[in-house]
């Protein structure tokens, strides 16, 4: 199996900047696709940014220009970072991985992961 770890939510100020980090453990064989959700209070999960095993990008239209994502693949990371906030992006942030992972010797996947998510406050 894999494991997510999220780090660097927090309140801000709008204006300011974060940087959240997701690390992935396990016996893991590769990480294919990468990327950030947010859910707000009330609101649907929806998908931030995604970065593709060759290092394509995309963006949600609202964070583009804001927002950067980046991957490390020796740490088995994805980064989210968020400058100019907003208090429009204040939600819960949830990284998401598809990877393929040992099974003993077989190797099984790609399956999606979900971080437990963490809370980024953007004071206005």
């Known amino acids: 199996q894999v494991q997510l770890v999220e780090s660097g939510g927090g309140l801000v100020q709008a204006g300011g900047s974060l940087r959240l980090s997701c690390a992935a453990s396990?016996?893991?064989?590769?990480?294919?696709?990468m990327g950030w959700y947010r859910q707000a209070p009330g609101k649907q999960r929806e998908l931030v940014a995604a970065?593709?095993?060759?290092?394509?990008?995309n963006y949600e239209d609202s964070v583009k220009g804001r927002f950067t994502i980046s991957r490390d693949d020796a740490k088995n990371t994805v980064y989210l970072q968020m400058d100019s906030l907003e208090h429009e992006d204040t939600a819960v942030y949830h990284c998401?991985?598809?990877?393929?992972?040992?099974?003993?010797?077989?190797?099984?996947?790609?399956?999606?992961?979900w971080g437990q998510g963490t809370q980024v406050t953007v004071s206005s």
């Open positions: 396990g016996n893991i064989f590769r990480i294919n696709d």
């Open positions: 970065i593709t095993s060759e290092g394509n990008t």
């Open positions: 998401n991985e598809h990877a393929t992972y040992y099974l003993g010797r077989t190797i099984v996947g790609p399956y999606g992961f």
